[in-house]
């Protein structure tokens, strides 16, 4: 029902309400019944059972779930059947730490998982108030929550606004209803029918939900409840969104589903093959055959899944929502840190986020100069500068300030952290602001009674017919009305102006004026007139607003916005050279927001086309398609046409990041790839829909929060390519063991491992993953902010990595097996020629791991650079040597002591490849750099 558009008597009727009696108790209770409580819809939340369970599904956990079952089956034949112990006992230990592993892992998942969005019920919480209710022929204070359609309302300043409501009676009512239209400024109420095509933001007659009223008071009558306010539909939108999957999340999961199929092809066929040798060369299969088949099919299952990944991958992004806090900025969602640095539009509200929602005058003319005023915010420090570059005199303004002040009833005052917060209406506040920067202030000129003695004498306030203030005051025995309003309104009533000191007809300073007014209009400044006029004593006693307001003598005019923040400019001009586009998304008219576009280099052209609600609401799906990717501003636009906005882009495969602050903001926020609040001014609404929350308001941070989630994945990149390259090696090790050695080799059999499954999960768990854990601490290897983000279609293994993948793991698995060979000819133990060919896997990845942490060479960074990787590598070679050592991991993981010969030719051994390769490359870089930069002088020449 569109409210706004009908008459109030009908409204009435249709309501079955009374404006002078209300409803009544049982009307009430009815009412109650049938629209519900004056309450949000909460989304229903999934068990904690189902959650948990849901983590058990993933790819990688699956397959190592059929390693869990294979170890308990062999440790159950060994047990109950072959007798022995010792084997049975290795399985079990398997078992364990494999289902430890997966605990871990599914821990991990379903604690993330369990700290899912709140936003309903921040929203939900926002409600806990009362309201001045007609009831039963008496005025009563009813709870929010039982606020029905029909109710007849009674609104002051400094009261929420509960429910929708058309406004029967309002008296000078101003409304902030910032939070759903991105509307700086407080918006004047009236009782004015509206036309049907009405936007949100334009419709007057009309208050509400989540609300406040900044000035005066009003009555209503309430004509919507809950979910059906505009409130409510917000939270319908973020009901109807579902969460985003990250890049990094879709990347990891795709990559998972992949290994599960290889792993899962790798082991069926290993142990189809191995039952086929056995037939071919015994004739039959025998139990202990089984027995040696299951334990390299548990050993390449867990060799063949990066089962470190999701913890190392969550520590990883640990590290950099750390990096992300220490520039003020809080990441709720951990895979979200990755995120920002695949973005490749960032679309911010206005108000608030690029701006500090702060109104305030910018510039002002004055005794027929124009002055350029400094300062941020509500504090009142600033200087005064003249346009022409001549010095400022104070006189000059002196008396502009003096009534701007006085014909005001706004202030200012420092809370206890001695921040300064404004009470009254916005557009008088930025005139105290302004006058206190030069000391003036209301209190002290009427406090004065030495060589002034200031009264107010009559008071006639604004109103949205006369659009104008007028206050009369007694100065030293003369009398003045002092009259400020919009420029439109008080020129036909202005027969003087004070120019240089001089007060001059208004023709003669017309002229000046007029282009004062169209340079403040063409910088999207709303500007207010400022006058005076003297009268007499009896026209200030008795007089009519209309009587006073004429004949008035100019003093200047003011230029109000809501100013950009100073720092957004220049992040805006690092995003964009890091191939990111911003794209301002506002409730605000179009001319402001295109001249705040503007100032900030989100636009480059006045002629920079802007989109607005309506024209969205005219355009099909793919207009807006064809316009989207190149369109920067979006103004008067509702919270439907935001998400919209950011549904399109994500259409067109751009990752899309949604800044805001206020109510209206959350459902987009929540759609978007990555959803970014501000934590200072932001609604709580806002902050739980959001993914990251800035701590200090500042754009900035969003910048510095994109470089380090490039850095972040940059070193994302890394760890992976270091954990599947040392699992492409343990695969192969085992694959080239289970095919080539058909016969028995001194005290290895053809079905002996190359590695135990304890050795694999060992390497994976300790000498592979605490290495990676390290690498989350790089910088960037480059500078970063000068690349194009990455594209978040393509798979982790695009651009060669998995050639380097393979190449890199196909020669440390052949010499992992080669060294297993080689112990074996030697005539060494299993336990020997095993733990041979772990420490060669060991020792070669921890070699390895200093050529994965650039995407150049290992010789292209300093190796000593991360201290934490120094003492990563430190502690996993030591450890590792050590269980050759101890007895214990004897037993349990098979290895055996060797040599100290043989322990230093192992380490010196494992790194030759590496260092071949390495070399290798950078040989080959050098080169092609040599040749290119020959190429380019030969061009300058």
Known sequence: MKWYSLESPDILEKLGTSRIHGLNDEQARQRIEKYGLNELAKEEREPAWKMLLKSFKEPLIVILLIAISLALASAAYDFFI???????????????????????????????????????????????????????????????SHLVPGDIVNVKSG?????????????????????????????????????????????????YSGSMVVNGNGIGVVVATGMATELGKISGLMQSVDNQKTPIEKSVHGLSKKLMIIAAVIIAITIGYDLVKQLIQVGSISMDSIGGISATAIAIAVASIPDAMPV???IVLTIGAKMMASQKGLVKSLSSVETLGSTTYIASDKTGTLTKNEMAVTRFLANGKVYNVEGN??????????????????????????VAVLNNEAEIKPDDKQNWRPFGNPTDVSLVVLAAKEHIQRADLLADKGERDIDIVRIFPFDSTRKMMTVVIKENGRYYSLTKGAPDVIKPLTKFALI??????????????????????NDALRTISITQREITKEEALNASSTDLERDLTFLGLVGIIDPPREEVKVAVHKLSQAAVNVVMITGDH???????????????SDDARVITGRDLETMSDAQLADAVLDTRVYARVTPEHKQRIIKQLQEHDQVVAMTGDGINDAPALKAADIGIAMGINGTEVTKDAADLILLDDKFTTIEKSVESGRTIFANILNFMRHELTTNVAEVLSLLLGVFLITSSIGNVTEVTPTLTALMVLWVNMVSDSLPSFALGYDEAESDVMKQRPRDAQKSILADGMLRRVLFRGGVMGAMVFLAFVWAASQGLSVA????????????????????????????????????????????????????????????????????MTMYLIIIVVSAIPTFIISGVKKMISNKRDSGLSESLQFDRE
């Open 82 to 144: 072959s007798g022995d112990q010792g084997h049975a006992m290795a399985s079990v230990y398997e078992a364990v730490a494999i289902v430890l592993i997966v605990i871990i892992n599914s821990g991990l998942t379903f604690h993330q998982t369990r700290s899912a969005q709140k936003s309903l019920d921040a929203l939900s919480d926002m409600r806990q108030h009362h309201m001045k209710v007609l009831r039963n022929d008496n005025w009563i204070s009813v709870s929010a």
């Open 159 to 207: 009261d929420f606004i509960e429910g929708d409501l058309r406004w029967l009676k309002t008296a000078e009512l101003q409304i902030d209803e910032s939070h759903l239209t991105g509307e700086s400024d407080a918006i004047q109420k009236t009782t004015d029918v509206m036309p049907e095509d009405t936007e949100l933001g334009d419709r007057t007659d009309m208050g």
């Open 312 to 314: 190392v991958l969550s």
């Open 377 to 402: 915010g509500y504090t009142p420090i600033g200087e005064f500068i003249r346009e022409d570059g001549q010095p400022t005199d104070s006189r000059d303004y002196q008396r502009f300030l003096e």
């Open 500 to 521: 240089h000191g001089q007060q001059v007809v208004i023709d003669l300073a017309a002229e000046n004026i007029e282009e004062a007014m169209l340079t403040f209009a």
């Open 590 to 604: 179009a001319m402001t927001a295109k001249a705040i576009a503007r100032q900030l280099g989100i636009i480059q």
């Open 832 to 899: 020997q020629s095993q733990t041979i060919a772990f420490l060669t896997l060991v020792f070669g990845q921890l070699w390895h791991v200093y050529d994965a942490r650039s995407v150049k060479t290992l010789f292209d960074r300093n190796p000593f650079s991360n201290s934490r990787l120094t003492l990563a590598v430190a502690f996993a070679a030591t450890s590792s040597i050590l269980v050759t050592l101890i007895p214990f991991f004897n037993n349990v993981m098979g290895t055996a002591p060797l040599s």
